[in-house]
């Protein structure tokens, strides 16, 4: 099943990358290639087979609940882009 | 066309602990914008999370609590979507394996009937910033304080048929959380927030209508009403030709209305997978098991033992039971007066007319279970009368003899000289000065038939009461009052 | 000096015979002399290296004599280090001075380490020929012309270069063993959660493993035994004892049983490799090694499931890149859609953004069960294969890659062509296994590099079979000319 342009649109938009209109072309050539080898995967028997999500099928840590960080508002909103009265700023968001 | 109304809904409360979910921040409310933000809570680049323990352990409490299956191998997802106030571009939550399964919880009808609602699930997921829309030069500025609180997001079945209904489920959900010490409950500061799932169908059909969402009400009362503007819009639109779409809608109290959210305008497609930053959670059985001891005698438990041990009226022991601070406040009273009966009627009608009239809530009672339960000790020796209690009470809503404790109505009593009369002479000479001056009115009642009689004698005692003060023994007052006039 | 090795340095340091500022400052120079040639550094932090070499010289001074203490090194540029430019190559994070260390950083610089610099590298790790960087392509010191790899290729250019002795690498799917081999140079991938991630960028969290890249297996023990641990800031982190890998690599190889799976020897191995493989299995046998026969039979499948389960969680921990509170934010955004699109779309290069899309795809609704769900069984069908395997042999071996390094550019037409060349690197990835490339001969002067691959845990095994090696060839002291 090749993605065609709107699909590759659509995927775009869904990972809010702006591309160029003449790029679309050949980044629908390369996703497809990418796909048309990936898709051999699907000629694989995994019927009864467990999903792996981590190699070494260990389980979560907890963490005691404590606070042990301090604020270093500052130096993180040193490397920010557009900060006001210590908020991130954004273009206008409307609900 | 007869409408039946169908609601679930979505409850968000968020867990009381210190730090939060996957960081070491803490989760104070009102701080600053962004002192509270970690590393891992702004999302920075090579950030790792790490699980709070406290947090799984408060939603297997709650989990327990509602008689659900705990999901001893439950499994944190990625639900990835592009918002500002979401730092990562995607929120850790659960999907498919959520640490808690099905349960349920009984709400109790207005008519004093009790209703099972299903619990689907409830997951735990962290929280998201907040979106500031004052004017920041024409931007929004965004506060990730909030962002990585715990959330623990209770999903119920599509059980509820009023906005009544929903009410008292999502009452008895917050009275539940606070029971089990996992949430604070306050509503205004987001603490329980709630989505409402509202969809019509005719009467007796099976399947379900379209239904809509309406996000994040914030209060028992706005719950109430904005799900009704949504049932009534449906039916409006269903009648006038139209049909529902599924939509994400926002209620407005202004207006009382509700409209569609811009920024849910598009389909969204989450793109949920397991995190691999996380593996999955395990639930020991040890585990549960420590958690199940720590327990408190929930609401239904509560309720029971109020029937049975102090032999209340179903109404009267699942109101009660149902927070735990009136529950608590009314054992003391008991424990200090003996009579239950005396002790439920106080804590329900009279100081539950105090609250509405100092607008406040059983957190903070105006007057401490000491002082009511020592006033109404005062009124089963007959020191004092129903009537002066009442006047007690307003004296210590004053503050007055506030810090003697159990003690201080017996000081305001004597203090006010409040003490019942009982002794016969004074009460015959108080009636013999009020007959002398009713001489007209005596005369009348001597003159007229039994069946006007019981009128008129309630004049007579209203006026021997005045004329003590209140403090005249009202069985008393009855008795000799009897005698005198017939005599 | 700049052809010693960690090992001797630690030697000469001990001795006296140089200072660690004396040998900062010579590989500084040297750094500023050849690399223009190589582009293997993104950033050189010459303050923070005489800083350190002088902390370092005065520990040593006041008694301290740690093997790592006065050690230069570079960081391959996506582990943060505070205050200092973390760019992972990307136009994205060109201005990022990342707020914090590394768990890597933090402990080899406890250990005494002086940072020389960051290195070059495929944008975001992702690729095998170091061509995607936003700071240019590096080149192969053994051929200018060609590709020293990918996706650490600054940090084994610098190192085959001469440059540095050791540097730090990341491997999701071969990218630390595939470099060392195209540049003669020994670099082990550990075990899955042996190396902490806290502070690494991350490319595909369930995949990524920091690790060495020296020219010795020996110098790889030293610089991993500063590196490895556990770390409660890492949920995928293991709490297991890290082992002294130095005093393993003297253990006899006799009777080790090594396994060479038939399926490596397909079409696409360039014949020389394969001769190359066989002449180091031989070496081995004269070592007291003996052969097994072993099978891998769903190693064809690891390329497809690869290149499904690394996209779709590259496309999910891309995402914090929007332009809100680091890195690249596009001019003038005219609304939130246009910030987030604009922003990435500028600040990523034509790989990633291939890779977030086939991974955005991958994971959408309809396409989860066929694509990632599919790909995660794959992946536990290649692990079994594994464990298989590690029930008649003790390693597996069989070439890094299916061909010495490529003219640069000569696969940019087709990205698969050059997704082939991790063949035999990814497995150890999907399956979390360690992994090691080892310098075994030359292809017309292009290096070829043999892997080994062991059970969980078993990096000292890996290190003393290499080291093993060593002792009796002479390939990995062989330098590019002209460094």
């Known amino acids: 099943m090749a993605l065609d342009r709107s699909d590759v649109e659509k995927i775009a938009h869904l990972a809010r990358l702006g591309l160029n209109d003449a790029d679309i072309p050949r980044t629908t050539e390369a996703l497809n290639s990418i796909l048309g080898l990936v898709d051999q995967m699907q000629a694989v028997d995994t019927a009864g087979i467990e999903p792996l999500a981590h190699p070494l099928e260990a389980s979560q840590r907890l963490r005691e609940d404590v606070v042990s960080e301090a604020n270093h508002r500052d130096s993180y909103q040193a490397i920010a882009p557009a900060v006001e009265d210590g908020l991130y700023l954004v273009p206008k968001v409307i609900d | 066309m007869q409408w039946e109304v169908v609601i679930g809904l979505e409850i968000h409360t968020q867990l009381t602990t210190q730090s939060k979910i996957f960081s070491g921040s803490a989760t104070t409310f009102g701080s600053e914008p962004n002192t509270q933000a970690s590393l891992v809570d702004l999302g920075m680049p090579g950030t790792l999370p790490v699980l709070n323990k406290e947090a799984v352990q408060m939603a297997v409490k709650f989990g327990l609590a509602i008689d659900a299956e705990i999901g001893q191998h439950n499994v944190f997802a990625r639900k990835n979507y592009f918002y500002p106030d979401l730092p990562k571009g995607y929120q850790i939550s659960q999907m498919e394996l959520p640490i808690v399964g099905k349960g349920h919880l009984d709400i109790t009808l207005e008519d004093g009937t009790i209703k099972r609602i299903g619990v689907t699930r409830a997951h735990l997921e962290e929280d998201a910033g907040k979106s500031l829309h004052e004017d920041y030069s024409g931007m929004t500025g965004i506060d990730l304080n909030r962002a990585g609180t715990p959330l623990l997001e209770i999903v119920s079945e599509p059980d509820m048929r009023s906005a009544k209904e929903a ?88 207006t009382n209305e509700t409209r569609a959210m811009r920024s849910k305008e598009e389909a969204n497609d989450y793109r949920y997978f397991p995190d691999p930053d996380l593996l999955p959670v395990i639930i020991e059985d040890s585990f549960l098991e420590q958690t199940r001891a720590t327990l408190p005698e929930l609401p239904p438990q509560k309720r029971e033992r109020f029937q049975s041990q102090f032999g209340l009226s179903l109404y009267d022991a699942s109101v009660l039971a149902s927070s735990r601070e009136q529950a608590e406040y009314f054992e003391q009273v008991v424990g200090i007066v003996g009579d239950a009966k005396l002790a439920a009627n106080w804590v329900m009608v009279e100081l539950g007319s105090l609250l509405n009239k100092t607008n406040s809530d059983m957190t903070k009672p105006p007057i401490s279970a000491e002082q009511l339960g020592g006033m109404l000790l005062r009124i089963v020796d007959k020191t004092i009368s129903g009537k002066i209690a009442k006047e007690i009470l307003e004296a210590m809503l004053a503050g007055e003899c506030v810090e003697i404790g159990i003690g201080s109505a017996d000081e305001i009593i004597e203090q006010r000289g409040l003490k019942q009369v009982t002794d016969s002479g004074a009460i015959e000479s108080i009636l013999d000065d009020m007959l002398a001056a009713n001489a007209e009115q005596v005369e009348q009642y001597r003159a007229a038939d039994e069946a006007k009689r019981g009128k008129m004698f309630g004049f007579f005692v209203g006026q021997a009461m005045k004329a003590s003060r209140g403090k005249a023994n009202p069985g008393q007052v009855n008795e000799l009052l009897k005698r005198k006039l017939e005599g | 000096m700049h052809q010693m090795t960690l090992a001797e340095i630690a030697r000469g340091l001990a001795d006296k015979k140089f200072s ?384 010495p390094a490529w003219k640069i550019g000569a696969k940019n037409a087709d990205p698969i062509s050059a997704y082939l060349e991790d063949f035999y690197t990814i497995t150890a990835n999907l399956a979390g296994l360690p992994g090691l490339s080892m310098p075994a001969g030359f292809a017309d002067g292009l290096p070829v590099g043999v892997q080994l691959l062991a059970p969980y845990f078993e990096e000292g095994r890996l290190l003393n079979v290499a080291h093993q090696y060593q002792l009796v060839t002479d390939w990995h002291t062989r330098s590019p000319a002209g460094f």
């Open chain 2, 167 to 254: 009410v008292a489920y999502v009452k008895a959900m917050h009275a539940l959380v606070r029971y089990l010490g996992i949430c604070d409950g306050n509503m205004a500061e987001g603490s329980l927030r709630c989505d409402c799932n509202v969809s019509i169908r005719p009467k007796g059909q099976v399947e379900f209508g379209t239904r809509c969402e309406i996000k994040n009400v914030n209060s028992f009362r706005f719950i109430e009403k904005a799900i009704n503007s949504e049932i009534q819009r449906q039916i409006d639109l269903i009648e006038d030709g139209g049909k529902v779409i599924q939509q994400t809608r926002l209620y407005d109290p202004n």
């Open chain 3, 20 to 403: 660690s500022e004396e040998l900062t400052r010579t590989l500084l120079a040297r750094i500023a002399q050849l690399d223009p040639q190589v582009n293997s550094f993104i950033s050189v932090t010459e303050d923070l290296a005489i800083t350190q070499a002088q902390a370092a010289d005065a520990r040593r001074a006041a008694g301290e004599n740690g093997a790592l203490l006065g050690a230069p090194l570079a960081h391959k540029d996506l582990f943060c280090t505070k205050g200092i430019r973390t760019s992972c190559a990307s136009k994205m994070l060109d201005n990022f001075k990342a707020p914090y260390d590394a768990t890597v950083v933090a402990k080899l610089a406890a250990a005494g380490t002086v940072t020389l610099g960051k290195t070059n590298m495929d944008e975001f790790a992702m690729g095998s020929a170091n061509e995607s960087s936003h700071y240019g392509a590096v080149k192969n010191p053994w051929n200018l012309e060609h590709v020293p790899g990918g996706s650490s290729g600054g940090s084994a250019a610098a190192v085959a270069a001469r440059l540095l002795p050791a540097a730090t690498g990341t491997d999701t799917g071969g990218s630390i063993r595939q470099p060392a081999a195209l540049t003669n140079l020994t670099g082990l991938k550990p075990t899955y959660g042996r190396v902490s991630r806290w502070g690494m960028i991350a490319y595909a969290s369930s995949l990524d493993q920091a690790g060495p890249m020296a020219r010795t297996a020996e110098d790889c023990a030293l610089l991993l035994q500063g590196m490895a641990g556990f770390d409660i800031n890492d949920s995928t982190s293991i709490d297991e004892p890290v082992p002294d890998y130095s005093a393993s690599l003297n253990d006899s190889l006799q009777g080790l049983r090594i396994g060479v799976p038939k399926e490596y020897f397909s079409a696409g191995l360039d014949p020389r490799i394969a001769d190359l493989v066989m002449a180091s299995v031989e070496e081995l046998k004269k070592l007291g090694a003996v052969v097994n026969e072993v099978s891998l039979p769903n190693l064809q499948h690891a390329i497809p499931a690869y290149y499904v389960i690394a996209p779709a969680e590259a496309s999910s921990n891309l995402s914090r890149f929007d332009g809100v509170r680091f890195g690249y934010r596009c001019e003038d955004p005219k609304d939130l859609t246009d910030l987030y699109k604009r922003s990435r779309g500028e600040g990523f290069g034509p790989e990633v953004q291939r890779r977030i899309m086939v991974g955005a795809y991958a994971l959408s609704a309809g396409y989860y069960d066929a694509y990632y769900l599919q790909a995660q069984k794959i992946r536990r069908l290649i692990k079994n294969d594994f464990m298989n395997a590690f029930k008649d042999v003790d390693v597996i071996l069989g070439p890094t890659t299916p061909n």
